[in-house]
């Protein structure tokens, strides 16, 4: 069973970095049959939200439009880790931000970072 591990969030002004990571664990069978993997971010009073993934064969992007050209996605296929640079942040960027692992028959989630923008 594939594990994720999330780390990275924090407070920071409007405008500044954040990098959160998510690393997955588990058996090499289990993580050679991650599909993808990706983020999404559930705001206080709201649905959890699409953010950004990355195929993991193809290492093709996706994003949501609200963080295109601001966000991006990598991976680090040697250390099952993906990366979510973010910068430019706005308060609206303002969640916890959740790893995704995507297995096709199922989805697996991780435990969730905060990420604060001030101001």
């Known amino acids: 069973q594939v594990q994720l591990v999330e780390s990275g969030g924090d407070l920071v002004q409007s405008g500044g970095s954040l990098r959160l990571s998510c690393t997955a664990s588990?058996?090499?069978?289990?993580?050679?049959?991650?599909?993808?993997m990706g983020w999404y971010r559930r705001a206080p009073g709201n649905q959890r939200e699409f953010v950004a993934h990355?195929?993991?064969?193809?290492?093709?992007?996706n994003y949501a439009a609200s963080v295109k050209g601001r966000f991006t996605i990598a991976r680090d296929s040697a250390k099952n880790t993906v990366y979510l640079q973010m910068n430019d942040l706005k308060p609206e960027d303002t969640a916890v931000y959740y790893c995704?692992?995507?297995?096709?028959?199922?989805?697996?989630w991780g435990q969730g970072t905060q990420v604060t923008v001030s101001s």
């Open positions: 990355i195929t993991t064969t193809t290492h093709t992007t």
């Open positions: 995704n692992a995507n297995k096709g028959t199922a989805q697996i």
């Open positions: 588990g058996t090499t069978s289990d993580l050679k049959s991650l599909l993808s």
